[in-house]
């Protein structure tokens, strides 16, 4: 819940269903962690938090999406892949068990907007205007 990550939850009579938080660097968003609570679950709130999610990135004109889950969260891996999240790699170790420590999986989206943030602009031109007067 730092300032500069994204925290959206969804809400239905003033109770909390589901949440994300993400963080979105330059070019690259990172999502954190989405969750729906467990007696809403298959109900399509985590469909739509992942939308949400999809469209703050193409608002910040960010071009792809990276997260990991643990190899053993099977119900997660199947909402990622159902969302055309792909598996890039594996993190050895990542998470911590009781008794050890769980391998976890980085799935990544490319995003197709071809749109850039304002601050997408002001980051090149800086550093164009900073090459020139070296
Ligand atoms: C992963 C999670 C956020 C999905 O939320 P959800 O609201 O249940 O997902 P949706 O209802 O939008 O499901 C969308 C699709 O994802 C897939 N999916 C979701 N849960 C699934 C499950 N348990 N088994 C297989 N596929 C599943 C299905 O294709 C589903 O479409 P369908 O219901 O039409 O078949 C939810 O299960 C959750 O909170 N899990 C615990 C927290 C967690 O592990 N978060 C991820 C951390 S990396």
């Known amino acids: 819940m730092r300032k500069d990550y994204e925290f959206y939850v969804c809400l239905e009579n003033e ?3 589901g949440f994300f938080i993400a963080s979105f660097s330059l070019l690259e968003g990172h999502l954190l962690n989405i969750s729906v ?20 990135a ?6 792809e999406i990276f997260l990991e889950v643990r190899e053993s969260n099977k119900e997660a891996i ?10 890039i790699g594996l993190r ?4 911590k068990l009781y008794d050890g ?24 031109l800086s550093n164009i205007f900073r090459f020139r007067i070296r």
């Open 92 to 95: 050895k170790n990542y998470y």
């Open 101 to 124: 420590r769980e391998d976890a999986l980085i799935f990544s989206k490319k995003l197709r907007n071809d749109s850039f943030s304002l601050k997408q602009i002001f980051y090149v």
């Open 15 to 17: 109770k909390v269903q």
């Open 78 to 87: 199947s909402f990622y892949k159902t969302n055309e999240f792909l598996e």
């Open 37 to 56: 609570a467990p007696n809403m679950k298959r109900q399509g709130i985590g469909n739509e938090l992942l939308k949400k999610v999809e469209s703050i």
């Open 58 to 63: 193409n608002k910040f004109g960010i071009k």
